[in-house]
């Protein structure tokens, strides 16, 4: 079972693909404790908080880093739902438009826990698409709440 | 293959269901284009544009309305890759949140317009927060805009 989601960033794939694969860029948009170098073979660490607390996290491992083109990692700590599940990012450029395609892939069943991720997924990419737009995401701790689950 | 989703509303069940089960209130929040009666049996229809032009829209069944509990539909009219499948909302009040789980369920294949509708529905599903908890929603013609294909 997978987790889909589409958005059209109206920049160059380029400032996209930046975003996607450095610290920099990812704490730009994910969390803003995000640890590790975007490397491949290498783990990145991303931490959440929330007025204070922390909320914990996950640790993925780079797979793959094609520039402009597809960012790939495999989930290696994190809540149980997540371990080897596996998270992509494609790109293509469409006129205007930069492309996203994502995926969370491998997941057991569909838990409550899946829909949470799902639309928590859904306000980050937005959040991505602002930051490239506009220079401002809205990364962890700062990110939209979308219920009790954070 | 499904698209799932969950929010949590700071509202009682009774609200959000009232934003579901009727069309003033499904106006409220997906689109302000709804025709027909939310009514068992019945069609209803969700005709959306931007800048000015008609983009479509979908022409639910209602299947279900079970008060403060769960809504179903099943898609009648509308692009190809919706034809049959069902869309359904259930409502469960814990503590101040109402929990509400949606699912779009049946898609034939995990196609580009899927991972669109996924992160559309999102923030169809934010919109719907935001309009029981302030009373402003972001309905068609003035939805948030997550792309190309809008």
Redesign the interface.
Known sequence: ?????????KSSVDEVYKALATRDGLAGWWTRDTQGESRVGEVVKFRFSADGKHLGGFDMKVLELQPSQRVAWQVVDGPAEWIDTQVSFELRQ????S?L??KHQGWSE?A?F???C??KW??F??SL?SLVETGKGAPSPDD?R????H
Do not use: C, N, Q
Request: proline fraction near 3%.
């Open positions: 079972m997978d987790i889909l989601h589409r958005v059209g960033v469409d006129g205007d438009y492309i395609l994502f569909p409550e899946m829909h949470h799902s639309t859904a306000t990419l937005m698409k939209v979308i219920g009790d689950w």
